[in-house]
C-alpha cells in the first residue's frame, strides 16, 4: 500500500467504508486498496443484491455478493447480524471463491441470528413488486425486502435455525406458511406459479444445507467484541449506499437494510463508539438503476435501463464504442447534446451496467446537495471520488449546485421527503473539466490543472477532504491526495 495512505490509516483502526450515492459507486476497489492495512473485514447490511469485483494480490477477479470482498485478501471474514443470507448462494461463493484463490480459505464466520432466505421469500418478494404495479421498486430478485421485512414481523428464519431438528423447524415455520397462505393460494389460482415449496420442502433444504454450514455459523457479535478487545484492525464493508437505505433513502425506492454508516452499528451489536472514522465512496457521475427519484439524472429512467440491453453490441465492441463515443463528445463538447447523448455517452464511456441484474444504469450530473445530505447522515471523514477520468476531454458540465422546492432554495444538507424529491427544480452552475486523459494516473501532479481545480472547488462546496480519486479501473489507478 501508498506509504502516505498506510500512515493516514494507521491512526484509524476500526474503518467503515460505504457508499453515498445510490449503489454501483466502486466501494470494492476502494475496500481493495485500503484492506491490506485491516486484519478483519466485516459486512454488516445487504445480501446477495450486492455484487463487489475484487482483486487477489496476484491479479486473481473475484466477484463477491454475500462474503466480504476482503477475502480476496485472505483476510477474517465475517458476516454480521444485519447481513441477509441465502445459504444455497453462501456456499457457491465459498466454492468459486476456492477455485479462484487456490488456496485454503480463511475463517469465514456467519452469524446465527442472520435473516435466512427461503424460496418463500422470493415467492413473497415478486408479488409485493407485482402489487406495486407501475410504482414497483425494481428489486434485484434477491429476497431482500421480505428477508428483512419479516424480521421486523418477528416471523423470520434465521442462519442457526438450520441446525435445529427438522420437528422444530417445521414448528417455527408453521406460522410463517399460514401468514402466508393466502397470497400463495392467489399465486397458484392467477398462475402465476404453479407450484409453492411446502413447509417439509423447506425444512428438508435447511436440514439438508446444516452440515456443510455448521462449521461457519456463530455468534458474530462475540467474535468481533474480542477482536476489539484484541486490537485487531476491522474494515465495515457497506454494501448499497444511502440512497438505499431504508431509513435515510428514497423511501420506498430503497432497498431495506441500513446500508446508511449506523448500520455499521446496527448490523454487527458493536457500540458505536468503536468506529473511528468513514470513508464515504460517490461517484463522480453518479447512477442509478431500478426505481425513485433521481434529482440530478441525465435522461428518462427506463430508457436508460433498457439502452444497455438494446444496444449490448456498443458495450462489447470496442471500435464501435470509439466511433460512438466520439460522435457524442462532440456534441457534447458543442452545446448540441441532450440529456440522452449525455447519458448515453457516459453509460458506454463507463460500461455502466450492473453486476447483479445486468440492467444498464442510468446516470446523473454532480450532484452537490444530494452528496451534502449523504454527508450530513454519513458523517464521513474522507470521501472516495471514483470514476474521475470520465469527465476527460469534455469541456464543461452542468453541475447541480442546489435544489429548489416551491420557488425556494434548500438549506445546505436538506432533503425533502422521497414524495417531493422528484418535484425539486435543480440549480445548475456550468463547471470547466479537462481536455487531457487522466485514464490510470496515480499521482496528484500528473494530474492536468482543469482537474485539480474541479476537485478543489468540490472539496470547497462539500467541506470534507476528497483522499481517494479513481481514475480507472485498475487497482493502481487511485490518486492519493494526503492530508
Ligand atoms: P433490493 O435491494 O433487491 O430489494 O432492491 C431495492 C432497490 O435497490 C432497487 O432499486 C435495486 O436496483 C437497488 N439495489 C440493490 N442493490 C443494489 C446495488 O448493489 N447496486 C445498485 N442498486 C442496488
Known amino acids: 500500500m501508498n506509504k502516505e495512505l498506510e500512515e493516514i490509516l494507521e491512526q484509524y483502526r476500526n474503518l467503515v467504508v460505504v457508499g453515498g450515492n445510490w449503489g454501483d459507486e466502486g466501494k470494492g476497489k476502494v475496500i481493495d486498496l485500503v484492506m491490506s492495512r485491516y486484519d478483519q473485514t466485516v459486512r454488516f447490511s445487504g445480501g446477495a443484491n450486492a455484487g463487489h469485483t475484487v482483486y487477489t494480490p496476484s491479479g486473481k477477479k473475484l466477484v463477491s455478493h454475500l462474503i466480504p470482498c476482503g477475502l480476496a485478501q485472505g483476510k477474517e471474514c465475517i458476516m454480521g447480524r444485519g447481513e441477509l443470507v441465502d445459504l444455497s448462494l453462501f456456499l457457491k461463493e465459498l466454492d468459486d471463491s476456492k477455485k479462484v484463490l487456490g488456496t485454503e480459505l480463511p475463517n469465514i464466520w456467519l452469524d446465527e441470528m442472520s435473516p435466512l432466505w427461503t424460496p418463500w421469500h422470493s415467492l413473497l418478494e415478486a408479488w409485493l413488486e407485482k402489487a406495486k404495479g407501475a ?18 414481523l418477528r416471523m423470520s428464519p434465521l442462519v442457526g435455525h438450520v441446525l435445529l431438528p427438522k420437528e422444530k423447524i417445521i414448528v417455527m415455520l408453521e406460522p410463517l406458511r399460514l401468514a402466508l397462505l393466502p397470497i400463495f393460494n392467489e399465486m397458484v389460482s392467477s398462475g402465476a406459479v404453479a407450484h409453492i415449496p411446502t413447509v417439509e420442502e423447506v425444512a428438508d433444504a435447511m436440514v439438508d444445507l446444516s452440515p456443510n454450514v455448521k462449521q461457519y455459523i456463530t455468534d458474530t457479535s462475540f467474535l468481533l467484541s474480542k477482536a476489539v478487545e484484541d486490537k485487531k484492525r476491522i474494515l465495515f464493508e457497506g454494501a448499497q449506499a444511502l440512497g438505499l437505505d431504508s431509513y435515510w433513502g428514497t423511501y420506498p425506492f430503497v432497498s431495506s437494510g441500513n446500508s446508511a454508516a449506523f448500520g455499521a452499528a446496527a448490523g454487527t451489536g458493536l457500540p458505536m463508539g468503536v468506529f473511528d472514522a468513514t470513508l464515504m465512496v460517490v461517484k463522480t457521475l453518479p447512477t442509478r438503476v431500478g426505481g425513485g427519484p433521481f434529482p440530478s439524472e441525465m435522461w428518462e429512467r427506463m430508457e436508460a435501463m433498457s439502452f444497455a440491453k438494446e444496444h449490448g453490441q456498443l458495450f462489447a465492441d470496442k471500435n464501435l464504442a470509439a466511433a460512438f463515443l466520439s460522435e457524442k463528445l462532440e456534441k457534447i463538447n458543442s452545446g448540441q447534446a441532450s440529456g440522452a447523448d449525455m447519458s448515453q455517452y457516459f453509460q458506454v464511456l463507463g460500461d455502466e451496467r450492473g453486476a447483479t441484474t445486468g ?42 449546485v442546489g435544489y429548489k422546492l416551491d420557488g425556494n432554495l434548500l438549506g445546505k444538507g436538506q432533503l425533502p421527503p422521497p414524495w417531493k424529491l422528484g418535484d425539486v427544480e435543480v440549480v445548475t452552475e ?3 473539466c479537462w481536455e487531457e486523459d487522466i485514464f490510470g494516473t496515480s499521482s496528484e501532479e500528473s494530474l492536468p490543472h482543469g482537474a485539480r481545480k474541479f476537485l478543489l472547488k468540490l472539496e470547497k462546496s462539500l467541506g470534507v477532504p476528497i483522499l481517494l480519486v479513481g481514475t480507472g479501473p485498475a487497482r493502481e489507478a487511485m490518486v492519493i491526495r494526503g492530508s
Open 359 to 400: 440492467r444498464g444504469r442510468s446516470v446523473g450530473y454532480l450532484d452537490i446537495p444530494w452528496l451534502q445530505y449523504a454527508i450530513r447522515i454519513n458523517g464521513p471523514k474522507w470521501l472516495a471520488l471514483t470514476r474521475f477520468d470520465m469527465l476527460s476531454k469534455v469541456r464543461s458540465l452542468p453541475v447541480v
Open 430 to 432: 456550468e463547471w470547466e
Open 135 to 152: 410504482d414497483k421498486v425494481g428489486t434485484t430478485g434477491k429476497g431482500i425486502g421480505p428477508l428483512e421485512g419479516l424480521y421486523k
